[in-house]
T-cell receptor, first 115, second 114 residues
Framework: DAGVIQSPRHEVTEMGQEVTLRCKPI?????LFWYRQTMMRGLELLIY????????DSGMPEDRFSAKMPNASFSTLKIQPSEPRDSAVYFC?????????????FGPGTRLTVT | GEDVEQSLFLSVREGDSSVINCTYT??????LYWYKQEPGAGLQLLTY?????DMKQDQRLTVLLNKKDKHLSLRIADTQTGDSAIYFC??????????????FGQGTELSVKP
């Protein structure tokens, strides 16, 4: 398997623009997670889905952030409008419940810079 | 609430053993994980241990779990410069079905000096 795929790998945009990050989870995995990583706040869970349904979005910072999972093989994280403080590395991860274990597999991340 | 704590930095010499420590608060944790993050990359699952075990060994990696003290450690034998990375501890509560959510520590940056 190719692993979790994220695109783009790097995104530079101006404040106020809409940004869309994309993720393809590992085939057969039924959980998908979006994380944000910064030096100041470390790794933060933004939202996660089970079988394409959002389960917990309490980590989404504000209404400017939205995430969708229209099918089992694709998810998007959208920021509209973007702000400089959104600059971070955004990771997508997927997992499959095996017994009671939930190993998560991470994508390579999207480095977002908002100027 | 759930919390996972790690020290932020560790520096060792090449060839020495490294021990990275982690404490957690959730007594109902069922699995505990170690992830490695190299510069510019995502987190890579290294190993995990079920809560009814106290030790797991995988080549140069040894995981020790003290469930009474809620303390987890990762020992890397014969540490190499390629082991330089950030190591994250994480815990999950599979039984109560938090939906696969993992609680991560802040990460320990391991620096290996030649």
């Amino acid at each position: 398997d190719a692993g979790v795929i994220q695109s783009p790998r790097h995104e530079v945009t101006e404040m106020g623009q809409e940004v869309t990050l994309r993720c393809k989870p590992i085939s057969g995995h039924d959980y998908l997670f979006w994380y944000r990583q910064t030096m100041m706040r470390g790794l933060e869970l933004l939202i996660y889905f089970n079988n394409n349904v959002p389960i917990d979005d309490s980590g989404m910072p504000e209404d400017r952030f939205s995430a969708k999972m229209p099918n089992a093989s694709f998810s998007t994280l959208k920021i509209q409008p973007s702000e400089p403080r959104d600059s971070a590395v955004y990771f997508c991860a997927s997992s499959l419940r095996a017994g009671t274990s939930y190993e998560q597999y991470f994508g390579p991340g999207t480095r977002l810079t908002v100027t | 609430g759930e919390d996972v704590e790690q020290s932020l930095f560790l520096s060792v010499r090449e060839g020495d053993s490294s021990v990275i420590n982690c404490t957690y608060t959730d007594s109902s944790s069922t699995y505990l994980y170690w992830y490695k993050q190299e510069p510019g990359a995502g987190l890579q699952l290294l190993t995990y241990i079920f809560s009814n075990m106290d030790m797991k060994q995988d080549q140069r990696l040894t995981v020790l779990l003290n469930k009474k003290d809620k303390h987890l450690s990762l020992r890397i034998a014969d540490t190499q410069t390629g082991d330089s990375a950030i190591y994250f501890c994480a815990e999950s509560n599979g039984i109560y079905n938090q939906g696969g959510k993992l609680i991560f520590g802040q990460g320990t940056e391991l620096s290996v000096k030649p």
